[in-house]
């Protein structure tokens, strides 16, 4: 009798043990953990951020001609598609999408950026090499304080990846307007 009912916990042990692994398979595995609305707020942010960059990048290329703008725009292109990479997985709507050079879904004050730095940075070269001073300080603000309020790794693999990319630029920047005689503060 004892036995019987053993056998009979086992079993429904064993079918609920099947169930679990079930409801694992189908939610534990397969969709990625949900991201908080500060996580998505920052992700939206930053996919736009790094627009920012490389708009005003590749519009002073065009005025300069000098290469470290058309490099490093294709470098923010790089951070824009890790970003949207990012978007997809989660579900997000990608705010960038259908916006044309210098347009932003983001109503913070992007699209005022883009024309001041582009107005700094036609005037003279070293109004553009400032202007991709402040763009990079602004980024490795902005990035270390959304990698502060994440908690997943995949977003802090990314924008560590994009950090690393500003203090590059930054000190590409630094460089060039140290060439033409002028040191700045961070
Ligand atoms: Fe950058």
Redesign the pocket.
């Known amino acids: 009798m004892r036995s019987e009912q053993d056998k009979g916990i086992k079993a429904r042990a064993a079918a609920i043990g099947i169930l679990f692994v079930m409801a694992l398979g189908s939610s534990g595995t397969l969709r990625a953990a949900a991201l908080s609305e500060e996580e998505i707020a920052d992700l939206v942010f930053i996919r736009e951020e790094?627009k920012l960059?490389r708009d005003v990048y590749l519009t002073l290329s065009d005025t300069w001609g000098t290469g470290i703008f058309a490099i490093?725009a294709s470098?923010?292109q790089t951070?824009m598609d890790a970003v949207k990479t990012l978007l997809d997985r989660y579900g997000i709507p990608d705010p960038a999408a259908g916006m044309g050079m210098g347009d932003f879904s983001d109503e913070s004050g992007l699209k005022d950026y883009y024309i001041y730095l582009v107005d700094l940075g036609t005037e003279s070269l070293i109004g553009a090499m400032e202007a991709g001073f402040i763009?990079?300080e602004m980024?490795i603000e902005d990035l270390r304080e959304a990698l502060s309020r994440t908690t997943h790794r995949d977003v802090s693999r990314v924008y560590t990846n994009?950090l690393r990319?500003?203090y590059s630029?930054?000190a590409a920047f630094t460089y060039q307007l140290e060439r033409l005689g002028v040191t700045l503060e961070p």
């Open positions: 790094e960059a490093i470098s923010e951070h763009i990079e980024d994009l990319g500003s630029h930054l």
